[in-house]
């Protein structure tokens, strides 16, 4: 009973504040042809992201992790026509469908996939800092690493967004601490709170209620 009402609200929100058109439709089919695994953010977070990116005045926005296209197509179109999206992409395969993905949906104008491991791609963005939000769902052991990259490329007002920083309760306690991603993504959570440049809350968003982001926004240096 419980589940079916909060099934129904779920589909209710979706239609009304975050209803996917034919290119998002298209990006999920391409995810399931290529054979790549349904991980990507619902509806209701890409919208959340397209309403964090106007909170922030999003002119340059970099992701971690992009599987197929489907988060950088919500992201990518809270930009105005100058804006510039870059997203990290370990995968290469993964990388040429995120591209076909940005095409059809006519972003490519100012989307942009990095093929390689952010770890080797972060730091060449120096140059572009800062990015007014970053949004982080990559490899979950690298987490607090991205958070250190994510503050030293952003500025005062900037936001950060990570993805699956509940999963369960898991990345919420120290008994996270015997599984790498669990652990990375709770250590994570502690950065957040204890960043003296932070202000951050993590918040339920799948239908379930067992995993959402963590929304961190960076405050002035005192
Ligand atoms: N943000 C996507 C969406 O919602 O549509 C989903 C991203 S999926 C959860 C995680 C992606 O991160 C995968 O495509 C994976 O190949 C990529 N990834 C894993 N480790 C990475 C790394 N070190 N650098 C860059 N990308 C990485």
């Not at 990290?88 to 040429?96: G, M, N, Y």
């Not at 093929?115 to 990559?138: N, R």
Request: aromatic fraction near 6%.
């Amino acid at each position: 009973q419980q589940a079916r009402i909060r099934h129904e609200v779920e589909e209710n929100l979706v239609q009304l504040f975050a209803p996917e058109d034919e290119a998002l439709r298209t990006t999920i089919t391409a995810t399931k042809e290529a054979g790549l695994p349904a991980i990507h953010i619902n509806p209701l977070q890409g919208k959340l992201l397209q309403v964090l990116a106007a909170a922030c005045n999003a002119q340059k926005i970099l992701e971690i992790g992009s599987l197929a296209g489907y988060s950088g197509i919500w992201l990518a179109r809270a930009l105005p026509p100058t804006g510039r999206l870059i997203t990290l992409e370990v995968s290469p395969a993964h990388a040429e469908v995120v591209q076909r993905s940005f095409e059809q949906a006519g972003v490519a104008d100012r989307a942009e996939v990095r093929v390689g491991s952010a770890h080797e791609s972060l730091p060449q963005l120096v140059d572009q800092a800062p990015f007014d939000l970053v949004f982080i769902d990559a490899d979950k052991p690298s987490y607090p690493h991205y958070l250190d990259w994510a503050i030293r490329l952003s500025r005062p007002g900037s936001i950060i967004v990570a993805d699956n920083c509940i999963r369960a309760g898991q990345a919420l306690s120290e008994s996270a601490l015997d599984d790498q991603g669990a652990a990375g993504l709770y250590q994570y959570n502690l950065q957040t709170l204890k960043h003296p440049r932070l202000r951050a809350i993590a918040l339920a968003m799948d239908e379930d209620y067992t995993d959402g982001f963590n929304i961190a926004v960076v405050l002035p240096e005192a």
